[in-house]
Nanobody, 127 residues
Framework: QVQLVESGGGLVQAGGSLRLSCAAS????????MGWFRQAPGKEREFVAA????????PYADSVKGRFTISRDNAKNTVYLQMNSLKREDTAVYYC????????????????????WGQGTQVTVSS
């Protein structure tokens, strides 16, 4: 079992940048496909990005493609989400998640595939 803790959220102006971190403990992230999801007030949780164990596969939601970058540092047992050119509509609680069961080729944007979740970190983008 793995425990996930997100950090790096905060208040930023539109057009600014933030880098979220997801630190894992209990088991190395090498065993997991890792994903980032977000939930805005009054909306359902949605997929943002994911990264395969090898790092070779990195699908993104269309809404963040070209602005966000997911990466992983297996030596530090940490996954990152670099967010640039932030917009007000990026305001949400951001969650890190880990998928233990799937092969890298089955990397998914469906939250039901993910077995472990962090508590989330708030990102607020002001105009």
């Amino acid at each position: 079992q793995v425990q996930l803790v997100e950090s790096g959220g905060g208040l930023v102006q539109a057009g600014g940048s933030l880098r979220l971190s997801c630190a894992a403990s209990g088991r190395t992230v090498t065993f997991y496909i890792m994903g980032w999801f977000r939930q805005a007030p009054g909306k359902e949780r949605e997929f943002v990005a994911a990264i395969s164990r090898s790092g070779a596969l990195t699908p993104y939601a269309d809404s963040v493609k070209g602005r966000f970058t997911i990466s992983r540092d297996n030596a530090k047992n940490t996954v990152y989400l670099q967010m640039n050119s932030l917009k007000r509509e990026d305001t949400a609680v951001y969650y890190c998640a880990a998928d233990f069961r799937q092969y890298d080729s089955s990397i998914s944007s469906w939250e039901g595939r993910y077995d472990y979740w962090g508590q989330g970190t708030q990102v607020t983008v002001s105009s």
